[in-house]
Each structure stands twice: as C-alpha cells, then as structure tokens.
C-alpha cells in the first residue's frame, strides 16, 4: 500500500539559511499534518492543511510557513534557520470526513541539522 | 485542553515475557486514543486505535490496549514480548471536536521498551 512521502530524508543547512520540506500524502487524502520532534522529544503539532486551507496550527515559529497544493502536497518553508530547529519533521496525512480527521498516517520523517 | 501522560519513561522486559505500558489521558470530549511505535531512526507505525467503539482493541504484532473511562486510562500490553519489539511507544490522544480542530495529536513523553534476552 502507498504510504507518506516525504523528501528530502535528510538535510543539512547553516544558520540564517532556508530549507523546504516537501510531503506527498496518501493518495485520496485529504488533510496533511505537520510534526516536529527534537531530540529525545515526543512530537509537536505544527500545523495542518484539510482541502489545501489551513485547518488548525499548533507551536509554529513565525519564521516557518506551511501551505497544501492542489495536489494534495505540502511544502513547509522554514527561514532564517537556528540551531535549535535541527529535528525530526514528520508529515501525516488523513481522510477528514464530516470536519473530524481520521487516523494519520506518518511518513519516514526528514531529519533536519542546522549548524 | 487534551492530554497524555505515560507513567513510564522506560520499561525493561525479558523476552517472552508480558509487557505492559501505562497511559492516562485527559479530554474534554469523547476521545480517540492512539497507540504509535517508534523504532530507532524510523518513523512513527500506527500499532492501534480506540474509537469508541470495543473498549478492548487489537492491534498489530500481538498488542491489545483497553480504554478504561472510568480510570481514564489506555494501557498497552501484549502477553509475550519478542526482542523486535524493543522501540519508543507513544500513547497519543486526538480530540474529535470537529470545526476548529480536524483531529491534530498530542503525543505522551514516550515509553523505551527493552527487551532483554
């Protein structure tokens, strides 16, 4: 079966640089979903997409913007990059039926180094 | 607000024997509680999920959870542990309040199972 897909698997930037993180969903899934865990951490809720609008956000720095494309895809864009944003990203997506999302399903994660 | 609390950081287990992972949870509303298997340098697997429906779920590998309201809790357990199963373990709540939240997760701190031979 098809699964998350989320590229690139890993990624190494500087400080002050920008990285974009890209997230196929399941196909026929509707909503996609971003999280982040550092290390040693459980994951955090960033932010969410249903139908290519943004449904729900969590703890996202300003310097970080998300959006979904007609596709289904998303893309999140992080900017001016800390140390402290070397993480683990996960994307995961849904079915979202009658406004309740259903169970998600993650992808590998894209490991993030800022040095 | 939702919340997640596993009362173990860390479980240690010999191989073919039980395991049990603990789970509180606090919710405003009805509940969906997930449990997700993490193994080194992977992703997160989706082991099962309570909607209620059967308060005894069945997941996969062998592992079962059963919600308990009254007690509030999630336990995970399976009756014999295999060496692969030695992994982080995250108890996960989701609230369907449906409008402004489309089923976001809170994560619990995790629980590392090791499995001894």
């Known amino acids: 079966a098809a699964g998350v897909i989320q590229s690139p698997r890993h990624l190494i930037k500087e400080k002050r640089e920008t990285a974009t993180l890209k997230c196929y969903p399941i196909p026929r899934h509707d909503t996609v979903y971003w999280y982040q865990q550092g290390p040693g951490q459980d994951p955090q809720f960033l932010i969410s997409f249903y139908e290519k609008m943004q449904s729900d956000k969590g703890s996202i720095p300003d310097r970080f913007s998300a959006q979904q494309f007609s596709d289904y895809h998303s893309e999140l864009n992080m900017s001016s990059l800390e140390l402290g944003d070397s993480a683990l990203y996960f994307c995961a997506s849904s079915i979202t039926l009658a406004g309740y999302g259903d169970t998600q399903y993650f992808g590998p994660g894209t490991r993030l180094t800022v040095l | 607000a939702q919340s997640v609390t596993q009362l173990d950081s860390h479980v240690s287990v010999s191989e073919g024997t039980p395991v049990l992972l603990r789970c509180n949870y606090s919710?405003?509303?009805?509940?969906?509680l997930f449990w997700y298997v993490q193994h080194p340098n992977k992703g997160l697997q989706l082991l099962l999920k309570y909607t209620s429906a059967a308060t005894l779920v069945k997941g996969i590998n062998g592992f079962e959870a059963e919600f308990k309201k009254s007690e509030t809790s999630f336990h995970l357990t399976k009756p014999s542990a295999h060496m692969s199963d030695a992994a982080e373990y995250f108890c996960v709540v989701s609230d369907l309040t449906g409008g402004t939240s489309y089923g976001k997760l809170t994560f619990g701190q995790g629980t590392i199972l090791t499995v001894h031979p």
């Open positions: 919710s405003s509303y009805s509940p969906s």
